[in-house]
């Protein structure tokens, strides 16, 4: 299972950003996937998630900002981010549960500063 994930970067309060994370190594269209993010010293937290048949759910300090989208035949989960706040400041990590297993991308560091 692998899991990279790209896009983030650094962005002004107000601005967008779209996240991708290109998995490859298991049966992609039929897992729900995740994206998770962590600032410094805070714990690892849930952001978003995508069913395999495209239903979605947001964490409430992020709906309305966030979608996160699926394309089954790229492999590939999105997490578009619009009207960023220095609160969004974190590293985000592309995710998928089989079972008591997580798999994790790397990461992609996301800041949002003036």
């Known amino acids: 299972v692998q899991l990279q994930a790209s896009g983030g970067g650094l962005v002004q309060p107000g601005g967008s950003l779209r996240l991708s994370c290109a998995a490859s190594?298991?049966?992609?269209?039929?897992?729900?996937m995740n994206w998770y993010r962590q600032a410094p010293g805070q714990q690892r937290d849930l952001v978003a998630s995508?069913?395999?048949?495209?239903?979605?759910n947001y964490v409430d300090s992020v709906k309305g900002r966030f979608t996160i989208s699926r394309d089954n035949a790229r492999n590939t989960v999105y997490l578009q981010m619009n009207n960023l706040k220095p609160e969004d400041t974190a590293v985000y990590y592309c995710?998928?549960?089989?079972?008591?297993?997580?798999?994790w991308g790397q990461g992609t560091q996301v800041t949002v500063s003036s």
């Open positions: 995508i069913t395999s048949g495209g239903t979605a």
């Open positions: 190594g298991f049966a992609f269209r039929v897992n729900s």
């Open positions: 995710n998928r549960k089989s079972g008591s297993t997580q798999y």
